[in-house]
């Protein structure tokens, strides 16, 4: 029998599904988190930016090539990543179905290793992390 998980997630939350039935309901197996994310920027962001002197001696703030936020959703991702990959080799599921707003759909897309995208075999890109399992399961296709 083919085992299914649902990874439903935005940056800062993922919930995570299983299902054995293709027309079954989700049963919610955990959940992850990165409180961090759910912090303002001022909150996340400890420090000032860098600053460096210039060759006429004015100083000048350093630009930040990626924000801390972006930096903690894509560990994030890779946290997430790396439980489906746990998940994989302990061979818990055959088949994943990935929902996540578009953003960081794409980054955890790019979290996860090769083998695991061969595994995907639908994805959405909404923002359902917070709803029932009922109604996200009827976002998705009707046999899983």
Not at 18 to 33: D, K, Y
Not at 69 to 77: I, K, L, M, P, T
């Amino acid at each position: 029998m083919k085992t299914l998980w649902v990874v439903v997630a935005d940056q800062s939350r993922a919930r995570l599904f299983g299902v054995s039935n293709p027309l079954g309901t989700l049963q919610e197996l955990e959940g992850l988190a990165a409180p961090e994310l759910r912090l303002r920027d001022g909150e996340l962001e400890s420090d000032r930016r860098g600053h460096t002197v210039g060759a006429a001696g004015r100083g000048h703030s350093l630009e930040k090539r990626e924000s801390l936020r972006e930096r903690a959703a894509v560990r994030f991702a890779e946290t997430i990543a790396e439980r489906l990959t746990t998940g994989a080799n302990d061979h818990a599921y055959t088949a994943l179905i990935l929902v996540a707003p578009p953003r960081f759909l794409g980054l955890l897309r790019d979290a996860l290793p090769e083998r695991l995208m061969r595994l995907v075999v639908h994805s959405l890109d909404k923002d359902l992390v917070t709803l029932p399992s009922a109604d996200i399961r009827s976002h998705l296709p009707e046999r899983l």
